[in-house]
Structure formats: structure tokens, C-alpha cells
């Protein structure tokens, strides 16, 4: 495959991968709505585009980290796009999370150019973005994948072949449905220990090695009962992957009773202003409802 990649998309995801890329000793041209991570990309090895347009027109595949369908959609289709700079044969590989429906579309669009696309949404947060383990979750034509799977072995860990175009972002929606549980259980059962008058440090250290172990325990417990809402992963983003869940859940008639639930608690999240905090930060609405912190003084 091409040696020369682009990225459009350089935000807390997709810089660090599209540094990863250099690092493996691709060539990588890079676009962003905003100036300051092109920078850091050139001052990393990169190069700069002015347009997704030309982007394409370098680069025989291009990769996407985008936040939303209606950002995807403007970069492919918008004017100075990347639909005007691709060419027959080249590849579109799509990082971010949409709805399935709407990247089936975009995919059959494209193919009608003859350009193939994979819908190759990521996990892991921006830990797993700059050490290269995240889980990228694909859809689209089996051949492609395997043709672009080098690219996905430098940027992940555990890289999944899902099925045809969507395969990919369904299969993240049910990554974000599963994220979301453990973010909102853990939140209550540490809001719940306080209320008891539990040691949380103990809690934490004692359900982490039963049943209940899980990515939220080993990894942002210890942070949340401090306080540490730093982003890794957008609460804002977290509620946005959630409407894309239930909408496809009652497209396809599949219930949804907790999905729905914790969709309600994000939307508290974004409407105290906390959107920008990590997704655990969830665990704020829990305590805004118990009316006490849970935390720990060190």
C-alpha cells in the first residue's frame, strides 16, 4: 500500500495516531479546522494541507477522526472536500464514530466512484491513542482490510475485522453501550460506599479483583474518588455515541432500557456544563443526586 497517508482529523485522538504513523516510518499529510495541530504534526515529521481536498489528491488513503456525522459529511461532501480530490482506486478509511445507516450510504456513494471505504471506529481513549493499543473495530470489504491492516497494526492493538460497511460502527455502538455501564455502575456503587461510610480506596481494591473487575475500576476508579475528571475520553463525545446507540437501537427495534438510562445521565453531564470532563465524570451526577462527593483526601 501507499507509503504517502493523509489524516484529516488531528484532535486528541488523531494527532497522536497520525504521529504514530510517522514514527512507523509512513509519510503523513495532515488537515485540521484548526492551525495548531497541523503544526505539531509538521514539527513532528509531518506535512500540511490546506484542504481535505488535497489531502486527497497526495494521498492514495486517507484516514478520518472526526466528531460527528454531520463533520464527516462536510469533509467528504463539502466543498474542497475529499470527495473532489480522490481518485479511482484510493481508500477511505473512517476512524470516526457515526451512525451505521449513514456510513452504509457513504460508503455505496464512494463506491460509485470507485473509491472503498472502511468504517473503522477506535476505543481506548487517548491513553491508547498515544501508546498505539487501541481497539479499532472495521467494516467494509474483507480485501481492503487486509491491505490496510498495517496501518492499523502500527495505531492499535486489537484490530477486528467486523463484517461488510456499518459492521465497524455497530459494533462501536455496542463498545459504547458496554463503556457507558461500567462508567455508570462503578459511579453509583463508589457514590453508594460513601453514603455507607466505606474506605472507597478499599472498595476499589477489593471489587477489582472479583466479577465486578472491569476497564473503569482498573483505570479511572481511583482517579474519580479523587476528583481527576482530566479527558481521555469526552463526556461530551460519550453522549453523542449514545444517541447514535439508541437511535440505531430503534431503528432496528432493539431495547435498550439501560443504554436509555445512562444516555439521561450524560445529557445531565452536558447540561451542568460538565461536557468536557472524561466520561467518568459521570459519577458527578450521581453525587449531585445523593447531595455528597465521594472522595478520598489524598
Avoid at 21 to 37: F, M, W
Avoid at 43 to 50: N, S
Avoid at 108 to 133: K, W
Avoid at 220 to 245: H, S
Wanted: proline share 4%.
Amino acid at each position: 500500500m501507499a507509503r504517502t497517508l493523509g489524516f484529516v482529523g488531528l484532535g486528541i485522538m488523531g494527532l497522536p495516531m497520525a504521529k504514530n504513523l510517522l514514527d512507523a516510518g509512513y509519510d503523513v499529510v495532515g488537515h485540521n479546522r484548526s492551525d495548531e495541530p497541523v503544526e505539531d504534526l509538521v514539527a513532528h515529521g509531518g506535512d500540511a494541507a490546506d484542504t481535505p481536498r488535497e489531502v486527497a489528491e497526495r494521498c492514495e488513503v486517507v484516514f478520518t477522526c472526526l466528531p460527528d456525522t454531520p463533520v464527516v459529511e462536510d469533509v467528504v461532501r463539502g466543498e474542497d472536500g475529499l470527495l473532489e480530490g480522490f481518485s479511482e482506486g484510493d481508500v477511505y478509511v473512517d476512524h470516526s464514530t457515526i451512525n451505521p445507516v449513514d456510513t452504509e450510504a457513504l460508503a455505496a456513494d464512494l463506491a460509485g466512484r470507485g473509491v472503498e471505504m472502511l468504517d473503522a471506529p477506535i476505543s481506548g481513549g487517548e491513553e491508547g491513542a498515544i501508546d498505539a493499543t487501541l481497539s479499532i473495530m472495521v467494516g467494509g470489504d474483507p480485501a481492503v482490510f487486509e491491505a490496510c491492516t498495517e496501518f492499523f497494526e502500527v495505531t492499535g492493538e486489537t484490530v477486528t475485522h467486523c463484517g461488510p460497511s456499518g459492521a465497524g460502527q455497530t459494533t462501536k455502538a455496542c463498545n459504547q453501550i458496554v463503556v457507558a455501564a461500567q462508567m455508570v455502575s462503578v459511579s453509583e456503587a463508589l457514590v453508594f460506599a460513601q453514603k455507607a461510610g466505606a474506605d472507597l480506596d478499599a472498595v476499589v481494591d477489593a471489587i477489582s479483583g472479583g466479577a465486578a473487575g472491569c476497564w473503569t475500576l482498573d483505570n479511572r476508579a481511583k482517579r474519580m474518588i479523587r476528583g481527576n475528571f482530566d479527558p481521555g475520553f469526552f463526556a461530551d463525545y460519550q453522549y453523542k455515541d449514545l444517541r447514535i446507540a439508541t437511535d440505531a437501537g430503534e431503528a432496528y427495534g432493539a431495547p435498550m432500557p439501560a443504554t436509555e438510562l445512562a444516555h439521561e445521565l450524560y445529557k445531565s453531564m452536558q447540561e451542568n456544563g460538565m461536557g468536557r470532563d472524561d466520561n467518568s465524570g459521570v459519577m458527578q451526577v450521581m453525587e449531585m443526586l445523593a447531595g455528597e462527593e465521594a472522595r478520598v483526601s489524598n
